[in-house]
Nanobody, 117 residues
Framework: QLQASGGGLVQPGGSLRLSCAASGTIIDINRMGWYRQAPGKQRELVAL???????NYADSVKGRFTISRDNAKNTVYLQMNSLKPEDTAIYYC?????????????WGRGTQVTVSS
């Protein structure tokens, strides 16, 4: 189960921090991250963080967003700075977790981020 939080309404240029905590039978998580979906658009990658803390960002957020994780808490964070109206979307957390048998991908329910003046 994934529990995301931290969305909301912010003015252009502002900041928000999203968090997503995974719970349940988890032996290992090899990938966590965020996707987003704006109205009328397909879901797209925002950022991913892998075992060993390597990261992958969408070009549109590089230099503005930072992804990090707390392995002890099975939690991933997304620090979003210099937000733009085009960042408005529902943000979905993704976790690829090992339950002792297989790795499964899990999606959170999504949290709304609105950037508007």
């Amino acid at each position: 189960q994934l529990q995301a939080s931290g969305g909301g309404l912010v003015q252009p240029g502002g900041s928000l921090r999203l968090s997503c905590a995974a719970s349940g039978t988890i032996i290992d998580i090899n990938r966590m991250g965020w996707y987003r979906q704006a109205p009328g658009k397909q879901r797209e990658l925002v950022a991913l963080i892998y075992t060993g803390d390597s990261t992958n960002y969408a070009d549109s957020v590089k230099g503005r967003f930072t992804i990090s994780r707390d392995n002890a808490k099975n939690t991933v964070y997304l620090q979003m700075n210099s937000l733009k109206p085009e960042d408005t979307a529902i943000y979905y957390c993704l976790c690829n977790a090992f339950n002792g048998i297989v790795y499964n991908g899990y999606w959170g329910r999504g949290t709304q981020v609105t950037v508007s003046s």
